[in-house]
C-alpha cells in the first residue's frame, strides 16, 4: 500500500466525555469509518446534525479492497463534496473483454450514456476514498461543522432502551460509556454491534476462495477488465485483472475450496500463479494479498428501533459486480435524510421504516445478480458446468450468448418501486426511468449538470412550466427549480424528464429519488405527495 | 398473434427424421462432448423460442415425472 496511508489518519485523542461522570447523551453515533460511516457522517454534519464517528482503528483501510465506484456513488460523493477528487484520481475505463481457456471469446463496451458528469465506473483503492472522505471531515471540521472521528474507539457493548442506546467504548485509556439518540452501525460485514445484539445474518455461503493482489507494474495492459473462464494459467477457476491508479492492478484469483490459505497467501506461492498470468517478462511488484470467501446474505430487517445499519453491516454480497461499497452509499444516502426530518421534530420515527423497505429490496435485487454472477462464474454442480462452458463457447462465434456471459452485472440504483413513499405517477405518458421511485439520472444543464442543481432538500422541478420558488409543507420547504429543455441543445434533458410531454414537475427527494411527478404544477398533489414522502399520508 | 402455450401436440413435419437427426449429431462423441452439444442445442433453441413464458413452461414439462426415472 502507498506508504503515505500507514501513518494513522485519525489517531487517539483522549476527549472529555472519557472523564464524564455520567455519560454524555449525543444525538448521532456513527459506528466505524469506512466510506459508508464516513458517507454518513459527513451527511449529517452538511445538515447541521452533531456526529461523532467511532473506529476501532485509526487509519483508512489496508489494501484496495473496494475499487469500482458506480457513477450513482460518484453523484452521492459530490454531494458530499468528494466526487470530483474520486472522478480525478479515479481511473475510467468502459471495455471488458472475455477470456475462456486460452482464448478472447469476445469483447464489451459498457458504452456510457452521454450526458452526465460522472463517468459509469471508475476504478480507484477504497484507501483513496476514505482518506477523501476524513479530508472532507477535516475541512466541515475547520469550518465549524459538529462532526468528530474517535480513532481506536472500539465498542464493545451495546444496550437499547426506550429513547436512547448505551454504549461501553474502549480506548487505550481504558473503557468509557455514551449514550446516543441513534445509532448509525457501519461496522462492516462482521459488524460487532450485530453481534452485541444477537441478531441473525442468515444467507448463502460460497464454498469458495479468492486470492486477491495488487500488484504494481509497468506494463502495457490496456485500461479495460479482463475476465478469464478457466484459464490455462488458473485451471478450472477463474481471474480478474483490472487497472487501478498509480500503475496498481488488481488480481482476483479463484482457488476453489480445500486449499491452505496460510500457505497460498505466501509470497513464493502468489508470485509464481502471477508470473503465470502476467507473462515471465513482466517485472511486478506485489503490493497487497489476501484470501477472501464470500456469502450472499442480509439481515431480516436493517432497523432495530434506535439501532440502523447500514452497508456491509446489514448485507454482503460477493465481489462480483461492485455491489458492495456502492450499495453501502445508497444505504446512507437514503437514510440520512429521513433521520434528520426525525430529529427535527418533523417527522414521525416511523418514517426510518421506509428505510428499512427501501433499503431490504434493493439488498435483494443486489443479492440475487450477486448470486447469479456467483453460479455463473463458479459452477457448483457438473451440469452448471457444462450449461456455463456451453455459454462460453458460443459466445465466441453467436452474439445471442453474450448476454447470458456474467462476469458480474455492474452495480445500478435500485428504483424504490412500489414504496409507500411514492405518489402515482401523473405522469404516465412520461419516461419510465423518471417514474415515482427511480433516482434522477443526471442531464447537461447549460454549462454545468441537472444533479448539481438539486440541493440537499426537497426540490420541486418545473420543467417548461412556473412553479413557486418555494412551498412551506408539514414542516418542510420544497425548493421550486424552474428549469427549461431548451437549456440542454443535445435533447437528453427532454428525453430523460419529458418523453412525450411538453411540460412537467417533478417532485424530487433529498436522496434524488422522484417521489411525485405531474404535467404541469399541481399545488395540491405536491403538498400531498410531500407528506406522503416524509411518512405522514 | 404469438403463441403463449407450449405446443404438446404433433408439431414435426417428420418426427422420424427430426429422431434420427438428433441421434446422428451425437455420433462418435464421448459422453463429455455429447453432453456439450445437448447444453449449446438447447440454449440455442432456448433463444429460438424467444418468449420467456414457453421456455417455463417446457421446463415444468421436462421436469415433469423426471426424479421417477
Known sequence: ?537 | MPHHDLILTPNLATPDDSYAALLAAHEGLSKEQSDALNARLILILANQIGDPEILKQALVCARTGVEDV
Open chain 1, 1 to 537: 500500500m502507498t506508504k503515505n496511508f500507514e501513518a494513522p489518519l485519525y489517531p487517539y485523542e483522549r476527549h472529555a466525555d472519557q472523564d464524564a461522570i455520567r455519560p454524555r447523551r449525543h444525538k448521532v453515533l456513527v459506528v466505524g469509518a469506512g466510506p459508508v460511516g464516513l458517507a454518513a457522517a459527513i451527511d449529517l454534519a452538511q445538515s447541521g446534525i452533531p456526529v461523532v464517528v467511532l473506529d476501532d482503528n485509526d487509519k483508512v483501510s489496508s489494501g484496495s479492497r473496494a475499487i469500482c465506484f458506480a457513477k450513482r456513488t460518484l453523484e452521492i460523493a459530490d454531494r458530499l463534496g468528494v466526487g470530483h477528487l474520486m472522478a480525478t484520481k479515479g481511473v475510467e475505463w468502459n471495455l471488458g473483454k472475455v477470456f475462456f481457456r486460452d482464448r478472447k471469446v469476445y469483447d464489451f463496451n459498457l458504452l456510457p450514456e452521454d450526458g452526465h458528469q460522472f463517468p459509469a465506473f471508475v476504478n480507484l483503492q477504497q484507501y483513496y476514498v476514505e482518506s477523501d472522505l476524513v479530508n472532507r471531515v477535516r475541512s466541515l471540521q475547520a469550518a465549524g461543522a459538529p462532526i468528530e472521528i474517535r480513532g481506536r474507539n472500539r465498542v464493545t457493548g451495546v444496550a437499547q432502551h426506550r429513547d436512547h442506546v448505551t454504549l461501553t467504548i474502549d480506548t487505550p485509556d481504558g473503557a468509557y460509556s455514551l449514550e446516543t439518540e441513534w445509532l448509525v452501525a457501519c461496522d462492516g460485514a462482521g459488524s460487532p454491534i450485530r453481534s452485541q445484539l444477537g441478531l441473525d445474518f442468515v444467507g448463502r455461503v460460497f464454498e469458495d476462495n479468492f486470492l486477491i493482489a495488487d500488484v504494481t507494474m509497468e506494463a502495457d495492459f490496456p485500461t479495460e477488465r479482463w475476465f478469464w473462464f478457466d484459464p490455462p494459467f488458473n485451471q478450472g477457476q477463474s481471474a480478474l485483472l483490472h487497472k487501478q491508479p498509480d500503475g496498481v492492478w488488481r488480481i482476483d484469483l479463484q482457488l476453489g475450496w480445500d486449499i491452505d490459505k496460510a500457505e497460498e497467501k505466501k509470497p513464493e506461492n502468489v508470485i509464481p500463479r502471477l508470473r503465470a498470468m502476467l507473462g515471465e517478462e513482466v517485472p511486478f511488484a506485489l503490493e497487497w494479498v489476501s484470501i477472501y470467501t464470500f456469502q450472499c446474505r442480509r439481515m431480516a430487517r436493517f432497523r432495530h428501533d434506535r439501532v440502523i445499519f447500514a452497508g456491509d453491516s446489514a448485507h454482503q454480497v460477493s465481489p462480483f459486480g461492485a455491489r458492495g461499497a456502492n450499495s453501502g452509499f445508497q444505504d446512507t444516502d437514503n437514510l440520512i435524510w429521513k433521520l434528520k426530518l426525525v430529529l427535527d421534530g418533523i417527522a414521525d420515527d416511523s418514517l426510518l421504516d421506509s428505510y428499512d423497505t427501501e433499503r431490504i429490496a434493493a439488498a435483494e435485487e443486489n443479492i440475487l445478480n450477486s448470486s447469479r454472477s456467483t453460479d455463473f462464474i463458479t459452477p457448483k454442480s457438473e451440469i452448471s458446468r457444462v450449461f456455463r462452458n456451453a455459454v462460453l463457447d458460443l459466445s465466441e462465434h453467436h452474439a445471442f450468448a453474450r448476454p447470458m456471459v456474467n462476469s458480474g452485472r455492474l452495480s445500478l440504483p435500485s428504483v424504490y418501486d412500489g414504496s409507500a413513499l411514492n405518489s402515482p405517477d401523473h405522469l404516465p405518458t412520461g419516461p419510465a426511468r423518471t417514474r415515482p421511485g427511480a433516482p434522477c439520472p443526471d442531464a447537461p444543464l447549460g454549462d454545468g449538470f441537472l444533479l448539481q442543481r438539486l440541493g440537499g432538500g426537497f426540490t420541486l422541478l418545473a420543467i417548461n412550466c412556473d412553479a413557486p420558488a418555494h412551498l412551506e409543507e408539514a414542516g418542510v420547504t420544497i425548493s421550486g427549480l424552474p428549469l427549461v429543455t431548451a437549456d440542454d441543445p443535445s435533447g437528453a434533458f427532454a428525453a430523460r424528464y419529458l418523453g412525450a410531454a411538453t411540460a412537467a414537475t417533478y417532485l424530487i427527494r433529498p436522496d434524488q429519488h422522484v417521489a411525485a411527478r405531474w404535467h404541469r404544477f399541481d399545488e395540491a398533489g405536491t403538498r400531498a405527495a410531500l407528506r406522503r414522502a416524509i411518512g405522514k399520508e
